[in-house]
């Protein structure tokens, strides 16, 4: 079978690699041609179409000042996918690309797959109406997306969370090996991961330092995200000793006491190795108010949301400060509130369940094409 994929950042790009790895045990004869990064290219052995790190934009206005980049990757996909004349296009997350290839796709006749559902729930719900039109399978991976989406009158399988399939086959190194790679003290490690995108650095990234040194008695390590360099990082770092490390969010996050994280996946990956939160978000100021107007959801991070309550702080926008951001992270390196935190994730870990998600994936996908 001929397999096209796309996925336009780092989760997409793991979990994709995953369900490559899944498809290729079911059918070792695959086809694969991708939109996507390295784990992608490692896991198919050769170059995507386009890497996401010319794909990752992120807002209005990151959006029009690189609207002709975003158009010249719409053109190579398009050309891509008629080349391949694959079986089946599989696309992965990433909504505002996606939503526009799947049109293309279904108009040329092929099979629409979209694995992990793109978050209509929280804002633009009227865009179901083009997963509707045209995807013809849809799998999510939230227990409250099957609700939301029968509500619209379309059905959806609920795989399991593929974040889970990825902590949980894990196997990373043990504290002192960790520590002596990476040059680090003895102290506490509190994981900073800012996010993956270089708009996202320039939002929360000077804030999430500015607390650094009044903890002395705890080691702070920048999570690098894939497809940047340290040259990204530099010009926050001048002054500020914090090493960051590239490749390893997991072993990070595996030795790390505590973490201040970036809303996305990344709070939901940092839950379930237990590791204490503080999740924070941040953007422009017309943005922001602009987006409450539309976003309908009572919590912004994966935690809080699946849990249906305020299990983790979120620091929003004004919230996000350097003196609510240090009584936060005091408050969860020790006391009642790391505790209870704790407890949290284990009722977490039970709704999300323990499930093969991309082997239970790629086998929906080969029987429906199949």
Known sequence: MKYFIIAGEASGDLHASNLIISLKKLDPKADFEFLGGDLMQKATKHMPVIHYKYMAFMGF??????????WGNFRKAKKALLKQQPDVVILVDYPGFNLKMAAFAKKNGFKIHY???????AWKEWRVKEIRKNVDKLFVILPFEIPFYNKHNIKADYVGNPVVDAVMNHR?????TFLQTFNLSNKPIVALLPGSRKQELKMMLPELLSITKQFPDYQFVISGAPGMTKADYADYLQDIDVPIIFNHTYDLLQNAHSALVTSGTATLETALFRVPQVVVYKTYKWQYHLGKLFVKIPYFSLVNLILNKPAVTELLQYDFNQTVLKMELESINKGEKRVKLLQDYQELSRLLGTNAVSDKTAELILADIG
């Open 61 to 70: 206005v990151d959006v029009i000042m690189n609207i002709r980049t975003i």
């Open 115 to 121: 694995y992990i559902s793109p978050k209509l729930w």
């Open 172 to 176: 990373g190194m043990g504290r002192n």
